[in-house]
């Protein structure tokens, strides 16, 4: 089953959506964008934006932690382009020979549902804008058959709950502490977090 609905997957395949969920694949690889994203919500966006990037990287600090130092550990499911050497006709960019990894969960959907919900849980337009994010990234996964469904559909579930036990992390972080809701919250700079009064 999970091999037909990869096959219909590289049945789609054409000259303008390929590039297209390429990029979607790359914007998730090593969780790069979702870095970036929590960077910047710490430094250089409004301060409404700190608890949202403080959420995001104890998130994506989960995510990596369960996934690819866990579960993948765990569970050694090969990839399905090794299991089915028919899937190497569907390769694209020669992405098959940057895989070394095992395939399952999908790593790439874990963490950007574990970002996508942090952020959601705490403002819901800008979160919608990375659930759709999240969802093209794991879509690009089973387009570019790297990983089986049930890889990406685990991870989605469980990306999904890393962000918002992330969430209620960071409210009691900020709840028990009051120099985190402080600089987290209220916007102070971050000297509060070392200062000893």
């Not at 390429?22 to 910047?40: C, D, N, V």
């Not at 800008?126 to 794991?138: C, D, F, L, R």
């Not at 209220?186 to 009064?197: A, P, R």
Request: aromatic share 14%; hydrophobic share 50%.
């Amino acid at each position: 089953m999970e091999f037909t609905i990869l096959h219909w997957f590289a049945s789609l395949h054409n000259a303008v959506l390929s590039p297209i969920m390429y990029g979607f694949t790359m914007l998730g690889e090593a969780g790069i964008l979702w870095i970036i994203l929590a960077l910047l919500g710490l430094t250089i966006l409004p301060k409404k934006y700190r608890k949202v990037a403080l959420t995001m990287t104890i998130a994506l600090i989960l995510s990596v932690i369960m996934c690819n130092g866990v579960m993948k550990n765990l569970f050694h499911r090969v990839r399905p382009f090794i299991q089915d050497p028919t899937l190497v006709e569907t390769e694209l960019f020669g992405i098959f020979s940057t895989i070394h990894d095992w395939s399952f969960p999908s790593g790439h959907t874990s963490a950007s549902f574990a970002a996508a919900l942090a952020c959601f849980m705490w403002y819901k337009k800008e979160g919608i804008t990375m659930v759709v994010i999240a969802a093209m990234v794991s879509l690009s996964r089973l387009y570019l058959t790297v990983h089986f469904p049930t890889d990406v559909l685990v991870s989605l579930i469980l990306g999904s709950l890393y962000g918002i036990l992330s969430y209620y992390i960071v409210k009691l972080l900020i709840k028990k502490f009051p120099k985190v809701k402080e600089v987290f919250e209220d916007g102070k700079s971050y000297k509060v977090l070392f200062s000893k009064s």
